[in-house]
């Protein structure tokens, strides 16, 4: 009586292990770009609830894209900026699953816009920046984060976040709703 394996009971088992790690490959894939759909939405009804908020209290309030994430600040009396930790929606948050900001444009800032936040005005670079390092919006004094200002009338602007091939866009409405349009696939 022989002892071992023969071949092919070797190619077999190696088969079966190879199909399984590509299965496991695949469900990764599909977690990870699950979890940046759901950050998109999660900052998507941040931003609406942001304008609503500031249209409602009569403050303005303001969103920080940072390199790893976002924070929420709002106006004060005094005309300084408080950083908001509650509600949770508008806690600090960084950006899950290798998502970043690629681009943001702020379509329309009206001079009180422009005045609270301390910038001249918005940059015109074109909406579809391939990198973080090209702002669409001025720099705001404060370590060179990019800002949106919610006030009375909330502004239009669009924002990009990129995932690995994918590219997810927001557009803000004046009216404060922040709608998502049609995902993007880049080509590897």
């Not at 391939?130 to 006030?151: M, N, Q, W, Y």
Request: proline share 4%; no cysteine; aromatic share 4%.
């Amino acid at each position: 009586m022989q002892r071992g394996f023969t071949l092919i009971e070797l190619l077999v088992v190696l088969m079966i292990i190879g199909i399984a790690g590509g299965g496991i490959a695949l469900a990764l894939d599909r977690a990870q770009a699950d979890d940046s759909e759901r950050e998109v939405e999660r900052l998507r009804r941040a931003l609406e609830g942001a304008a609503y908020r500031a249209e409602l209290r009569g403050r303005a309030l303001a969103v920080d894209f940072l390199p790893d994430g976002y924070r929420f600040s709002e106006r004060q009396p005094d005309g300084g900026w408080r950083r908001l930790e509650t509600p949770s929606e508008l806690a600090p948050r960084a950006f899950s699953s290798g998502l970043r900001l690629a681009a943001l444009r702020v379509i329309e800032r009206s001079a009180r816009q422009s005045m609270l936040s301390g910038s001249g005005g918005t940059a015109a670079l074109g909406t579809n920046a391939p990198s973080a390092a090209e702002v669409l919006v001025p720099a705001t004094a404060g370590g060179g984060s990019r800002r949106i200002i919610f006030g009375a009338r909330a502004p239009v602007f669009e924002l990009v976040l990129a995932a690995e091939n994918t590219r997810h866009r927001l557009r803000g409405r004046i009216d404060g709703r922040v709608e998502r349009l049609p995902t993007v696939e880049r080509a590897q």
